[in-house]
């Protein structure tokens, strides 16, 4: 499966924005979703998963409560809702798909080339 984010951006803290990714192929449904997060000089980092059916969501402690992980089977798009952006916010997203549903990004198989996000303080 092809993935391709959109949608980062330069937003003030306490501002929103949406990240898309809308997966190629016809087997979207049967991937779990992920968004991870890489800032400037550290690891990446898990941010959120949905499940297949998207009935279960998992958050990092970091992004729980603010960010919101949600998917479109029919428009093959995982989408990441991120309000009240603080600048430990700033890093480049990146949307990943897997077969099974874990944190650990060195674990997932596909992933889309990422698209940058910046709070400003």
């Known amino acids: 499966v092809q993935l391709q984010a959109s949608g980062g951006g330069l937003v003030q803290a306490g501002g929103s924005l949406r990240l898309s990714c809308v997966a190629s192929?016809?087997?979207?449904?049967?991937?779990?979703m992920g968004w991870f997060r890489q800032a400037p000089g550290k690891e990446r980092e898990f941010a959120a998963t949905?499940?297949?059916?998207?009935?279960?969501?998992y958050y990092a402690d970091s992004v729980k409560g603010r960010f919101t992980i949600s998917r479109d089977n029919a428009e093959n798009t995982v989408y990441l809702t991120m309000n009240n952006l603080k600048p430990e916010d700033t890093a480049i997203y990146y949307c990943a798909a897997n077969s099974i549903l874990q944190q650990d990004p060195s674990s997932w198989n596909y992933w889309g080339q990422g698209t940058q996000v910046t709070v400003s303080s």
């Open positions: 949905i499940t297949t059916s998207g009935g279960r969501t």
């Open positions: 192929g016809r087997t979207f449904s049967r991937y779990v």
